[in-house]
């Protein structure tokens, strides 16, 4: 079993920038795929970005390129995402999730979770 926590929400203005933290306990982090979603008010969760074991491979959904980078430090047992450009659209309670699957990009599932932290860009 992994726990999950999210940090790093808050509120910004348009343009601005945020960077979200997920913290991982228990298990073994490096053995994990990570994944950040979210989910906006009255919406469904939506894939945000993910990134591999070992940090060398990394997946964003459109609507995020080139804005967001995830990263991650496997010493510190932490993924990151850093959140440029922010717009309006991107407000949303944002999660972590972890997978051990071997089908990076794009997991059948993610196992763990955790409790979200919510990002509210001001327009």
């Avoid at 074991?53 to 080139?66: C, H, I, M, P, W």
Wanted: aromatic content about 12%; hydrophobic content about 35%; proline content about 3%.
């Amino acid at each position: 079993q992994v726990q999950l926590v999210e940090s790093g929400g808050g509120l910004v203005q348009a343009g601005g920038s945020l960077r979200l933290s997920c913290a991982a306990s228990g298990g073994t982090f490096s053995v994990y795929s990570m994944g950040w979603f979210r989910q906006a008010p009255g919406k469904d969760r939506e894939f945000v970005a993910s990134i591999n074991r070992n940090g060398l491979s990394t997946y964003y959904a459109d609507s995020v390129k080139g804005r967001f980078t995830i990263s991650r430090d496997n010493v510190r047992k932490t993924v990151y995402l850093q959140m440029n450009s922010l717009k309006p659209e991107d407000t949303a309670v944002y999660y972590c999730a972890a997978t051990n699957a071997l089908d990076f990009p794009r997991p059948r599932k993610y196992d763990y979770w955790g409790q979200g932290t919510q990002v509210t860009v001001s327009s």
